[in-house]
């Protein structure tokens, strides 16, 4: 469940050689030397490192120094175990766990009273159809009365990462992204590519700056665990809402029904001026113009009064998440 982390602890050392002895053991060569800053930036991938960036501050005056670790520990578990970084496989608390005393073991460091600055609970979702076509459906998920809606990401690839708005400030944003586009977009050899799964869902929170102090050790607590799991499948199997869709009635056309769509999409104004430039585009006739335009109120009167459902796709995804959430 978990991933990228963001660890901060006071400077554990006891002595000049053991300080010396972490530098050198995690390649920590690249420093600011006014502001006595070690850290492995693009180093992370080493294979001592497991993908675990360390930023270490030496301590001036009276005062101690202190290390910042930035990591995923899923694919960290997975370095430990197959040599290689990835996280596109399950991943549940137990195995966090047991990557929390791998984790330990490999840094020789208690991380017991490290703080979490950052961290992320998600899964991953196999699905039938390629993620996109699920992403389109999720319209908003609603917390405390609040609506947050669902929102397609313009700074990345079309389709390719929804969320809840990420703007600077958000402490909680709820994503949803093509995990298999992600993780092939990453690697350079084609055979590894092909490793990664297909239609592959990811689904998580990302909490940033927690609102109360976490201490490491606390992630690993049962109880905790267990609360996050009932937190986690709360909001995405009770808050998450899908965009519905009317059910179709005997008596209505087909065109009533596609009418119907765009007023609810667009509204009356912009659905008249969709038809008029499909008209002047000569995409439909004049008298289909006409027909839309004549028959929008009728339709909007009538079809109001329509049952709703949210669509297959929607359904599956819903299905899978309170399968694997159970």
Same mark, same amino acid.
């Given at each position: 469940?978990?991933?990228?982390?963001?660890?901060?602890?006071?400077?554990?050392?006891?002595?000049?050689?053991?300080?010396?002895?972490?530098?050198?053991?995690?390649?920590?060569?690249?420093?600011?030397?006014?502001?006595?800053?070690?850290?492995?930036?693009?180093?992370?991938?080493?294979?001592?490192?497991?993908?675990?960036?360390?930023?270490?501050?030496?301590? !001036?005056?009276?005062?101690?120094?202190?290390?910042?670790?930035?990591?995923?520990?899923?694919?960290?578990?997975?370095?430990?175990?197959?040599?290689?970084?990835?996280?596109?496989?399950?991943?549940?608390? %137990?195995?966090?766990?047991?990557?929390?005393?791998?984790?330990?073991?490999?840094?020789?460091? %208690?991380?017991?009273?490290?703080?979490?600055?950052?961290?992320?609970?998600?899964?991953?979702?196999? !699905?039938?159809?390629?993620?996109?076509?699920?992403?389109?459906?999720?319209?908003?998920?609603?917390?405390?009365? +609040?609506?947050?809606?669902?929102?397609? %990401?313009?700074?990345?690839?079309?389709?390719?990462?929804?969320?809840?708005?990420?703007?600077?400030?958000?402490?909680?944003?709820?994503?949803?992204? %093509?995990?298999?586009?992600?993780?092939?977009?990453?690697?350079?050899?084609?055979?590894?590519?092909?490793?990664?799964?297909?239609?592959?869902? +990811?689904?998580?929170?990302?909490?940033?700056?927690?609102?109360?102090?976490?201490?490491?050790?606390?992630?690993?607590?049962?109880?905790?665990?267990?609360?996050?799991?009932?937190?986690?499948?709360?909001?995405?199997?009770?808050?998450?809402?899908?965009?519905?869709?009317?059910?179709?009635?005997?008596?209505?056309?087909?065109?009533?029904?596609?009418?119907? +769509?765009?007023?609810?999409?667009?509204?009356?104004?912009?659905?008249?001026?969709?038809?008029?430039?499909?008209?002047?585009?000569?995409?439909?006739?004049?008298?289909?113009?006409?027909?839309?335009?004549?028959?929008?109120?009728?339709?909007?009167? +009538?079809?109001?009064?329509?049952?709703?459902?949210?669509?297959?796709?929607?359904?599956?995804?819903?299905?899978?998440?309170?399968?694997?959430?159970?």
């Amino acid at each position: 469940m978990y991933d990228n982390l963001r660890l901060m602890m006071s400077e554990p050392f006891r002595s000049e050689a053991e300080r010396e002895g972490f530098i050198s053991r995690f390649a920590l060569f690249v420093k600011d030397e006014k502001k006595g800053i070690y850290h492995n930036k693009g180093y992370e991938t080493l294979s001592q490192n497991k993908g675990i960036y360390i930023r270490f501050e030496v301590g !001036t005056g009276l005062g101690r120094g202190r290390i910042v670790l930035c990591f995923s520990l899923h694919k960290f578990y997975n370095a430990m175990r197959t040599g290689r970084l990835f996280n596109y496989n399950r991943f549940g608390f %137990d195995e966090a766990t047991e990557a929390s005393r791998m984790l330990c073991g490999l840094l020789g460091l %208690d991380l017991s009273e490290a703080v979490v600055k950052k961290y992320e609970i998600g899964i991953n979702v196999h !699905t039938e159809k390629p993620p996109e076509t699920y992403m389109r459906e999720l319209d908003f998920i609603g917390i405390k009365g +609040r609506q947050y809606r669902i929102i397609e %990401d313009r700074k990345h690839k079309e389709y390719k990462l929804y969320g809840t708005h990420s703007e600077k400030g958000k402490r909680i944003v709820y994503l949803f992204y %093509d995990k298999t586009y992600e993780a092939r977009s990453k690697l350079k050899d084609e055979t590894r590519r092909l490793e990664v799964p297909e239609n592959i869902l +990811r689904v998580e929170i990302d909490v940033q700056r927690p609102t109360e102090k976490i201490l490491f050790s606390r992630l690993f607590d049962p109880v905790y665990q267990s609360m996050l799991k009932r937190e986690f499948r709360q909001r995405f199997t009770c808050d998450l809402h899908y965009k519905e869709l009317p059910v179709k009635l005997t008596g209505l056309t087909g065109k009533q029904m596609e009418v119907y +769509r765009y007023l609810c999409e667009m509204g009356e104004t912009d659905t008249i001026e969709y038809y008029r430039s499909l008209w002047k585009r000569k995409f439909i006739s004049r008298d289909q113009y006409r027909y839309a335009v004549s028959t929008l109120a009728t339709i909007q009167q +009538r079809i109001l009064k329509l049952p709703v459902s949210i669509s297959p796709e929607a359904t599956f995804l819903l299905d899978q998440m309170r399968r694997i959430l159970s």
